[in-house]
């Protein structure tokens, strides 16, 4: 069955940094990949989505990779902010039907 | 007032007690799911219903059932609650787009706790 992976340990960086967090996935690419922040005690919230023909997309601080020959996802916030702080999940969709399957999240904590 | 809301957002019941959550939207979304969330785990589904006449199980259906009453309600069952379905519960809803490229809205969960 697929499997996704995200970085289990939590990241800590100082406020300006770039973070980067990792999304990797078994067998099959998947037709795209989102990506959610999740605050705690709340539901996740949609950031950006990229397709599987696509290297990369951008939203203003935030940049997505999707690497088909790595089968890899990387997730940029550049100029890093406190409030940035949270868990970040990636999800992958692979079939019309819109079901996701997602990743185990990775906690970000940015530093003053 | 929020697009998708669940009740209750906490819940403390005993093993073998039957107990259902529910979720309303305000999307106008014809798909809504259910999922489970466990530390370390992630976000696992459960049921997903893609139309009113519509319900399929997801990854991990044992022990759970659900009913779609109406486009904006989708309710959650533990037809007998046991301790291992302690978890975060998490409604979200989808609207097919381009592509079947779909974003998921989620309801702010519901904390349960089987005693």
């Known amino acids: 069955s697929q499997k996704i992976e995200q970085n289990s340990e939590a990241l800590n960086i100082q406020e300006g940094k770039t973070a980067t967090l990792t999304c990797n996935y078994t067998?099959?690419?998947?037709?795209?990949l989102q990506w959610y922040r999740q605050d705690p005690g709340r539901g996740p919230v949609f950031l950006l989505l990229?397709?599987?023909?696509?290297k990369e997309k951008r939203k203003e601080r935030l940049k997505v990779t999707f690497d088909t020959t790595l089968k890899q996802s990387l997730f940029h916030i550049t100029a890093s902010q406190p409030a940035d702080s949270a868990t970040y999940l990636c999800a992958l969709a692979y079939n019309q039907g819109g079901k996701l399957i997602f990743g185990q999240g990775t906690e970000l904590s940015v530093k003053p | 007032d929020a697009d998708v809301t669940q009740t209750p957002r906490n819940r403390i019941t005993k093993t073998g007690k039957r107990i259902m959550l529910e979720c309303s939207q305000t999307k106008g979304h014809d798909r809504m799911y259910w999922y489970r969330q466990d530390p370390g785990l992630g976000l696992r589904l459960i049921y997903y219903s893609f139309d009113v006449k519509d319900i399929n199980k997801g990854e991990i259906s044992d022990g759970y059932s659900v009913s779609r009453q109406a486009q904006a309600k989708f309710s959650l069952s533990l037809e007998s609650a046991i301790p291992n379905q302690t978890a975060l519960y998490f409604c979200a809803t989808s609207e097919p787009g381009q592509l079947y490229q779909e974003t998921q809205y989620f309801g702010p969960g519901t904390r349960l706790l089987v005693l």
């Open positions: 990229i397709r599987e023909n696509e």
């Open positions: 067998n099959y690419s998947p037709a795209y």
